[in-house]
């Protein structure tokens, strides 16, 4: 978490697993970078060993766009202005389906896309934006 006047930048990733302190800090945030790593339907037909996917789904892997978007309505709150979805699998997600999970969760709070919050899905592997905190 980083606090700069009025702005609060909080970034979640490779969490696993949903904390009640992990939603505390994030419903602080205007500016929330969380991990949709995965999608379970291609996760668990894509292309990765059993052992892989246990790995990724055990509590300290991964969190998927199902226990993002259900994060979300813990953590949304009218501070927050601006979701970056990040860290999404290339081999176990696609931006779309990520963006898709949390905008049915915001919209099922009554959360008005590009107007309450701007929901950006980041992309892989390269710089998208800096962040002036002021």
């Known amino acids: 978490m980083i606090e700069a006047g009025e702005e609060t930048l909080v970034l979640v990733t490779d969490a696993g697993r949903v904390t009640e302190k992990m939603v505390e800090y994030a419903r602080k945030a205007t500016r929330l970078v969380l991990e949709s790593n995965y ?3 291609m996760l668990k037909n894509g292309p990765y060993p059993q ?5 990724i789904k055990n509590g300290h ?4 766009n199902s226990q993002t978007a259900a994060a979300l309505k813990d953590i949304y709150n009218d501070k927050l202005k601006q979701l970056l ?13 990520a963006f898709k ?3 049915t969760s915001l ?6 896309l590009g107007k ?10 390269e710089s998208f934006l800096c962040f002036n905190l002021q």
Request: hydrophobic share 30%; aromatic share 0%; with cysteine.
């Open 116 to 125: 309450d919050v701007e929901l950006i899905c980041l992309p892989r592997k």
């Open 101 to 103: 999970e949390s905008s």
């Open 85 to 97: 979805l990040c860290h999404l699998s290339s081999n176990n997600n696609t931006p779309e389906l």
């Open 51 to 55: 052992v892989l996917i246990d790995r």
């Open 107 to 112: 919209s099922d709070l009554g959360v008005a």
């Open 39 to 41: 999608d379970d339907h």
């Open 61 to 64: 892997g991964h969190l998927s």
